[in-house]
């Protein structure tokens, strides 16, 4: 139990999977221009983290393996991802359109999400068990949430601020995703890897 | 002396008030005078008199149209040449009456004073309406309307507010030490009229004639208190006042009177006493006339509609080029265009400054250095707001309490950017509201 | 080799196969037109049409909540094309440019005061009327250049806007964001244009502008089928414009011009940018 904990814990903060591991940096700087939206995005990703990292590891330890084919890895999780999040979408437009219409828009931005994929396949190489996967998964989902939330904050009021004309736009956006990036590296301590 | 502690916030400025602590004179009579319809806060009055009658100082000219509204009366005898478009306080030209004065100064006899037996609240309601008072402290809000609008709040204080926080205006503090009287004789009318008990009467403590000499002649009225405040702008608001003398917050978006209280002015009470003792109508006021280009300062009796011209001229004129014109206080007051305008019920002074004393300077960029947030009395956060606002943001504008301001001027005194806040929060509240107006039309 | 292609075909296959079976069982009907016009619209999602994006404007024009002409991008093609989608006439209007009606910059007019505050022409408008003395003249403060979704329209350094006619879609946003209603939309194919909207008497606008319309009626009496003169303002009558152009020199105050002659005066306003 201890265990599912820090690797939780050490995911969200310490490797964070934007901010330390630099994964998903598309969305990260796409999406995250207001809260709201932001906050959308993050759970969806956490959604089909879970479910993605879940159907990796199934897949690779009950298909892959047995077949000795574990050099399909790559190929076949961004096939098993992509269809994933496809099903998922199509699910989702018919049960539930008001959830659709709040996550539908970022599910086609996650399909080809490297966060997603990084994470199953850092699952496999970690030698995660099942529940470990799922926690690890989880934990960087949230982690991706957090810093999406918290920088999508930090946009907001940069907002206000009158910036130079060379670094108005994604200019100004990167400087502040690497500060914020240099203030996660503040955890590092907090969990030993 | 006793002073109540202050409030959170604000500002102490260069008061200028020994410049301009000079006995009250008359002004003269000018050639013509101009007399706006909207010299109130609310519906501009109707005319009832046309051009080319000839009028009795008193009569009424112009009716209230409408509940927050005041009628207009003749501030002298002589004829009515024109109802026309005329440059107003306002910056823009408003319809007015311009009258041409015959000089025999003939009073007319439509408003009678009130006997004390007729003083119910009513009648008084009644009468103070007719004589077309309004707050003279600047705010030109309709004294019945504030009567009106404690009928459904129940209501314990008067307050008289003697603070005249402004720099340089004196008009309020000569007003109490010359006719110290007559101002709590309208405060106690005034108090009847709301049917309350207690009056206090606040006065900042750089007055210390005015509270010595109020203080003495109060003891003539039950539960009638003078009280000395801290000089400190802005003291003389509303809400700062009420905060200091009874320890009460004014809710967000609401009146005083929710909480029980009215605040009016010392020249608004000195007119009630002379609407309902002598039946003299709000005709003519005390205006300061100073700043660092006239000649000589001075207070005057201005006949409401005197052009600003007129009262310069009698003050030495001014003794270098003039860079701005103000009228009411430095830090609240409108700049003029030119002196072509006239005083009207609202104008508490004129101020001149020369080109030497306007500064020019750019506005740069926030530096979020937080000055205006420390000083601003109603606690709002003026960067944030005008960050906003200066980027069409009305929606971030509006949640950050940009109505709440009453543009008291502090934080644009105190930016060291010198950036345009009170402008830019005016602005913000101007598009607040039509956009309001035109969700519910 | 087999064993790989085998695989990863069976995964494929059986992913194909749920998700057709998905897409069957949880199928959601949407209108083909809808996506039809999201095909169709130029996909800017500029918002001029006051939807939120080309797809919102596609669902309302499905449901007939919204006009085929909305969209002023695409041009006269595009609304051809919608039309034929939804089975309707088009009826497509003439395209239209936004035009600066003012000629009168900081040397050609006089100012009631020196205005230092926020650069925006609305929040200078609160301040008494302005800081022009011309009551109806270009403010040249920039919130039309602000509401500009194209880039379209620049200040020159008299504080007068401009509208580079080649970026101007016609969208109208412009004239909405001008508090003294400046800016109109004029049709592209007229060249000849009166640049004044005042309607002030000829002694006034002398006192305050070197090139205001007087009101004098020269350029109707020059080409009177032309010109229209109301209330001291001349102005073109589109319809019937062949002419105009004679009437550009014998203008006093020279506020009519002719945007083809004109070219290079609108050069030099961009070149001291």
């Not at chain 1, 994604?170 to 914020?180: D, E, F, P, R, V």
């Not at chain 2, 005041?70 to 009515?80: E, F």
Request: net charge neutral; hydrophobic share 45%; aromatic share 4%.
């Amino acid at each position: 139990m201890t265990e599912l904990l820090l690797i939780l814990v050490s995911t969200v903060l310490v490797n964070n999977v934007v901010l330390t591991q630099f994964l998903g940096v598309c969305p990260f700087m796409g999406v995250s221009k207001r809260l709201d939206t932001s906050l959308g995005m993050g759970v969806a990703i956490i959604v089909v983290m879970a479910i993605a990292s879940l159907a990796t590891w199934l897949f690779h330890y009950h298909v892959l393996i047995p077949l000795d084919v574990g050099y399909l890895q790559t190929v076949a999780f961004v096939l098993i991802i992509a269809s994933l999040v496809q099903f998922i979408e199509i699910m989702l437009h018919k049960t539930s359109p008001a959830l659709y219409r709040a996550l539908g828009i970022y599910l086609p931005l996650i399909t080809t999400n490297c966060a997603v994929l990084g994470i199953a396949v850092l699952n496999i190489r970690k030698q995660h068990s099942l529940l470990e996967s799922l926690a690890f998964s989880l934990g960087a989902g949230l982690g991706f949430t957090l810093a999406l939330w918290i920088f999508a904050g930090l946009r907001e009021r940069l907002e206000l601020s009158a910036v130079p004309k060379c670094f108005q736009g994604t200019a100004i956006a990167l400087i502040t995703a690497g500060l914020l990036s240099l203030a996660f590296m503040g955890f590092s301590g907090l969990v030993k890897v | 002396m006793n002073t109540a502690p202050t409030f959170r916030g604000g500002i102490h400025l260069p008061d200028h008030k020994r410049e301009t602590h000079h006995p009250i004179e008359t002004c003269t009579l000018p050639d013509q005078l101009v007399l706006p319809l909207s010299q109130h806060a609310g519906t501009p009055a109707q005319p009832c008199v046309a051009v080319g009658d000839r009028v009795a100082k008193g009569q009424c000219v112009a009716t209230a149209e409408g509940e927050v509204s005041a009628p207009v009366h003749a501030s002298t005898s002589g004829s009515v040449v024109a109802i026309e478009p005329r440059p107003h306080p306002s910056g823009r030209a408003l319809p007015a009456f311009v009258i041409e004065p015959d000089g025999e100064e003939r009073w007319a006899t439509d408003l009678t004073p009130l006997e004390p037996r007729q003083w119910s609240p009513e009648n008084l309601k009644q009468h103070i309406r007719d004589a077309g008072i309004v707050g003279m402290g600047g705010g030109t809000f309709p004294t019945h309307v504030k009567l009106t609008l404690m009928e459904q709040h129940s209501c314990d204080t008067l307050i008289i507010n003697g603070c005249e926080c402004e720099p340089w205006l004196s008009g309020d503090d000569r007003l109490m030490v010359e006719q110290g009287d007559k101002v709590l004789d309208g405060a106690d009318i005034l108090r009847q009229a709301l049917g309350v008990q207690r009056t206090l009467i606040g006065i900042e403590a750089n007055k210390p004639e005015a509270i010595a000499l109020l203080r003495h002649a109060s003891r003539k009225f039950d539960a009638m208190e003078v009280i000395c405040v801290p000089s400190t702008y802005p003291q003389g608001a509303e809400k700062q006042l009420i905060d200091v003398l009874l320890g009460r917050q004014v809710p967000s978006g609401g009146h005083p009177a929710n909480i029980g209280v009215v605040v009016d002015n010392v020249a608004t009470a000195a007119a009630v006493s002379d609407a309902v003792r002598y039946g003299r109508p709000l005709v003519e006021r005390v205006v300061t006339v100073a700043g660092p280009a006239l000649a000589t300062p001075k207070n005057l009796w201005v006949r409401l509609g005197t052009p600003l011209r007129t009262l310069v001229d009698q003050c030495g004129g001014s003794r270098e080029e003039i860079g701005k014109i103000i009228v009411g206080g430095p830090m609240m007051g409108q700049s003029q265009l030119n002196l072509d305008t006239p005083v009207v019920k609202g104008t508490t002074g004129l101020l001149l400054f020369g080109s030497q004393d306007v500064s020019l300077r750019e506005a740069g960029p926030c530096i979020r250095c937080g000055r205006c947030i420390a000083v601003c009395p109603l606690h709002l956060l003026p960067a944030t707001i005008t960050a906003y606002a200066e980027r069409g943001r009305f929606d971030g504008a509006l949640t950050y309490g940009a109505l709440e301001c009453m543009e008291c001027g502090c934080c644009t005194y105190v930016c060291p950017a010198a950036r345009p806040l009170v402008q830019m929060l005016r602005y913000a509240k101007a598009e607040i509201i039509t956009r309001q107006k035109e969700c519910l039309t | 080799m087999m064993t790989a292609i085998l695989s990863l075909g069976a995964v494929a296959l059986v992913a194909a196969l749920i998700l057709g079976w998905a897409s069957r069982k949880f199928a959601v009907v949407i209108d083909k037109r809808e996506t039809e016009i999201v095909a169709i619209l130029p996909g800017a999602n500029c918002g001029a049409c006051g939807f939120a994006g080309c797809a919102s404007y596609a669902a309302a024009i499905v449901a007939g909540q919204a006009k085929l002409n909305r969209c002023c991008l695409g041009g006269n093609d595009m609304i051809v094309r919608i039309a034929a989608v939804m089975h309707m006439d088009a009826h497509p209007p003439l395209p239209q440019k936004a035009l600066v009606l003012c000629r009168g910059d900081n040397r050609a007019t006089v100012m009631k005061y020196r205005y230092l505050g926020l650069r925006d022409c609305n929040a200078a408008q609160l301040l008494a009327d302005g800081p022009k003395q011309c009551p109806d003249g270009c403010l040249g403060l920039g919130s039309c250049a602000a509401a500009c979704p194209f880039g379209a329209i620049e200040i020159t350094v008299g504080d007068l806007a401009v509208v580079h006619h080649e970026r101007c879609v016609g969208c109208g946003r412009c004239a909405a964001a001008c508090p003294r209603q400046v800016i109109a939309l004029v049709p592209v194919s007229a060249m000849v244009h009166v640049l004044c909207r005042s309607h002030a008497k000829g002694a006034q606008v002398r006192r305050y502008c070197d090139t205001g319309c007087l009101g004098c009626g020269l350029c109707k009496k020059a080409v009177p089928e032309a010109y229209v003169v109301e209330r001291f303002l001349a102005r073109v009558d589109y319809d019937h414009a062949d002419q105009a152009a004679q009437a550009v020199a014998v203008c006093p105050n020279h506020c009519i011009i002719d945007l083809a002659v004109h070219q290079l005066e609108k050069t030099e306003a961009q070149a001291t940018l």
